[in-house]
């Protein structure tokens, strides 16, 4: 491409972002509360109605693992990795269930977080800072593919404007972002994330619209792609577009594995909890498979960049990881490229926020509140903004230091260890008879065997030196199966059986909800 | 605050309306969810859709379909559980 051509795309991709953060400063103003109270900075002042929560949830799903992680992997290695669709079919099912019940619950004993009930159901301080804990760890892998997502964005733009040193003008570029995103999440709180969301999903759509009408037609039809993806060579693993039947229960248990996870992770309960009353809650909920089609269209960018012979030597030249900016970048002109690239961008950045201001919520709230009593509500709001810069340049540096394969990677990999929290946050919605050291060690049994499961299948069978599987291959016919999904299913047997057991025994050792917290 | 207050809080949370409703609504949350793990269902070639195979389309199609029974399905829970 001329160089006219990449300096539009630039300008056009800046003069947004300016728009984007323009915004996201401008949103402490919006429905102002008190930014001193931690319900309002990381809740919005729980004033969010269905309009915006659809938006809001939708800001927590449709990350980087959609514009990113879903259709590399659709790229790299077919149909399986289409499990993203029945997940997202699935989970709003789930939480349908489950978070209207948490909703009510939260507000009437003023929860922020889930942990805060499992402190209260369990009656158990330790229990509620392992919970904790594993929501804080589970994130970051999530927030470090948001910023792959980016830096795949930036990788192409830049990697096109400048002949030389462009992997070292994207690191800063991704730094100064970093900086300027930080800055707005401490100044607006989650109000900064729900305005910018509108504007992020916006341009999204709108891209994913355009591209999916116009380049099967640029190239013959949507057959084209896929006989053409079927003739090519680099689908040794998973057989092409089609499942083979190896990979069936790997789908399976990666689409129940996922749906079960979703609303487990930090940041989909705190948007779940920023609502203003279940009514709308479950509205938004309900609407969401509509978002997933985005999802579903964007999977099959996958499948349509072989099709694509203009896309094809920039997948090549960038990796797999910039499928959908390459396909957008070599068929549409540079105003467009600007403004979806734009998209792509602010579709990692907005994320990143909502989860980093999750984990700062669980870090003061739940993990040293217990432990220094004298933390004042101020001071607990401060902290919590402090370490949303903290851990979102943890993140930051995670991702300069641990390389997987593919990204998506990133994010089944902290579904593994959030999926372990289901027994002490979902059992216990329903539940007072789990007993909390069952629950306690079903917590560490789920996690030695899935991630034990995931070490054995990466770096002991295969002597790999990066995470490229999250699978454990049993014999044929069972075939694979996701290490997160076989993780809670010996979780859940811990913890039926040795509360059981316990009930039996002792019968008083059972959770006793409510004694503990609020007097 | 006491245990036996948690109780009555608890049994508030209890979802209001008649037998029937709630078949109507485990039905309706139930059947997407049993029709996505169904794989060897969809797991098939044709027929095609604009190009597109049988697996792709058909899990995209049921979206709209979940996004429509789930819809059913929170506004019947929004009239059980009264109020505005």
């Known amino acids: ?519 | 605050m006491t245990t036996a207050e948690v109780g009555v809080d608890e049994l508030s949370l209890e979802t209001k309306g008649t037998t029937g409703q709630k078949v109507v609504v485990a039905l309706l949350l139930l059947i997407p969810m049993v029709v996505f793990a169904l794989t060897p269902l969809y797991n098939s070639k044709g027929p095609e859709l604009f190009g597109v195979t049988f697996f792709y389309w058909f899990l995209t199609f049921w979206l709209f379909v979940s996004a429509a029974l789930f819809t059913g399905a929170a506004l019947l829970l929004n009239k059980m559980e009264g109020g505005k």
């Open chain 1, 1 to 519: 491409m001329s160089s006219t051509f990449n300096i539009e795309v630039f300008a056009v991709f800046v003069s947004l972002f300016v728009l984007f953060v323009a915004l996201g400063f401008g949103a402490s103003r919006w429905r102002r509360g008190d930014m001193n109270d931690l319900g309002d900075w990381a809740l919005a002042g729980r004033k969010i109605g269905s309009y915006l929560a659809w938006f809001l949830v939708g800001a927590d799903l449709y990350t980087a693992y959609t514009f990113i992680a879903i259709p590399e992997s659709l790229y790299i290695k077919g149909a399986v990795y289409f499990f993203a669709v029945p997940y997202v079919g699935m989970t709003f099912g789930v939480a349908l269930i489950t978070m209207p019940r948490l909703w009510k619950l939260s507000r009437k004993h003023n929860y922020v977080t889930a942990v805060d009930m499992v402190k209260d159901k369990f009656n158990s301080r330790s229990l509620a800072t392992i919970i904790a804990l594993t929501g804080i760890v589970a994130e970051l892998p999530y927030i470090a593919l948001q910023i792959y997502g980016m830096q795949a964005v930036l990788t192409i733009m830049i990697g096109q404007l400048v002949t030389s040193n462009a992997a070292t003008i994207t690191e800063v570029a991704l730094i100064i972002a970093f900086v300027i995103l930080a800055a707005f999440t401490f100044t607006s709180g989650l109000r900064g994330a729900v305005v910018t969301a509108v504007m992020k999903d916006v341009i999204i759509f709108a891209t994913v619209i355009v591209v999916i009408v116009l380049v099967p037609m640029y190239i013959g039809g949507f057959g084209n792609a896929f006989t053409a993806m079927a003739t090519a060579k680099s689908h040794p693993v998973t057989g092409s577009y089609q499942l083979s039947g190896l990979f069936l229960n790997g789908f399976i248990s990666l689409t129940i594995g996922s749906a079960l996870a979703l609303y487990l992770y930090p940041h989909a309960i705190n948007g779940v909890l920023s609502t203003s009353s279940t009514k709308k809650l479950r509205m938004s909920t309900a609407l969401l498979p509509i978002y997933g089609v985005g999802l579903a269209l964007l999977a099959l960018f996958g499948v349509l960049a072989y099709g694509a012979t203009k896309a094809l030597p920039l997948i090549h030249t960038y990796g797999p990881v910039t499928t959908v900016p390459a396909l957008i970048y070599a068929y549409f002109p540079p105003w467009f490229v600007g403004f979806a690239f734009l998209g792509i961008f602010i579709g990692g950045l907005v994320p990143a926020s909502i989860m980093a201001i999750a984990q700062a919520n669980l870090l003061t709230r739940n993990v040293l509140k217990p432990y220094f009593k004298n933390i004042t509500p101020k001071l607990e709001a401060r902290l919590s903004k402090y370490f949303s810069i903290m851990f979102k340049f943890i993140a930051l540096a995670f991702i300069f230091v641990v390389l997987p394969t593919y990204s998506l990677q990133l994010q089944l990999v902290g579904g593994i260890i959030i999926l372990q929290t289901l027994p002490s946050i979902f059992l216990a919605l329903y539940s007072n008879k789990l007993n909390k050291w069952a629950t306690g060690l079903g917590w560490l049994a789920g996690q030695i065997t899935g991630l034990g499961l995931l070490i054995d299948a990466n770096f002991i069978v295969s002597h790999g030196t990066s995470i490229t599987t999250v699978f454990f291959k049993f014999s044929t016919p069972l075939g694979f199966f996701y290490a997160g999904m076989i993780g809670i299913l010996v979780n859940l047997l811990v913890v039926l059986v040795g509360s059981m057991v316990a009930g039996a025994v002792r019968p008083n050792a059972v959770a006793s909800p409510g004694t503990s917290g609020r007097k």
